[in-house]
C-alpha cells in the first residue's frame, strides 16, 4: 500500500522556519518528480516548489530564495526547508510523487505563520 506522510508542520512566527519532510512507502519513487503544493480553504492547490528524480528544481516566484526543496532517493524521501516565512505562507501543504503513470498525494499538514 502505498503512502506519503508528511512532518514538520506547525506554528511560528513570522521571519521564522519550518522544515517540511515526506515520507514514502509502499514503492519505488526515485524516477518520480516530487512536489510540494499548498492550499488555502476556498483556493486551488498550487505548486510551491518541484524536483525531478535528477535534482532539477522549480519554484513559484513566492517562494523563490526563501524555500529549499531536496529529496533522498535511496531512502524515498523529501524535504522542504522554508525559511524566512511569512503570514501569506499559512496553508495546508502537500507532498506529491507522480510519473507518467501515478500520482500520489500525502494527507497534508498545516503551517501557520503568526505576524
Known amino acids: 500500500q502505498v503512502q506519503l506522510v508528511e512532518s514538520g508542520g506547525g506554528l511560528v512566527q513570522a521571519g521564522g522556519s519550518l522544515r517540511l519532510s515526506c515520507a514514502a512507502s509502499?514503492?519505488?519513487?526515485?524516477?518520480?518528480?516530487m512536489g510540494w503544493y499548498r492550499q488555502a480553504p476556498g483556493k486551488q492547490r498550487e505548486l510551491v516548489a518541484g524536483?525531478?528524480?535528477?535534482?532539477?528544481?522549480n519554484y513559484a516566484d513566492s517562494v523563490k530564495g526563501r524555500f529549499t526543496i531536496s529529496r533522498d532517493n535511496a531512502k524515498n524521501t523529501g524535504s522542504l526547508q522554508m525559511n524566512k516565512l511569512k503570514p501569506e505562507d499559512t496553508d495546508i501543504y502537500y507532498c506529491?510523487?507522480?510519473?507518467?503513470?501515478?500520482?500520489?498525494w500525502g494527507q497534508g499538514i498545516q503551517v501557520t505563520v503568526s505576524s
Open positions: 509502499g514503492r519505488d519513487f526515485s524516477i518520480s518528480t
Open positions: 506529491n510523487f507522480r510519473n507518467n503513470y501515478s500520482d500520489y
Open positions: 524536483i525531478t528524480s535528477g535534482g532539477s528544481t
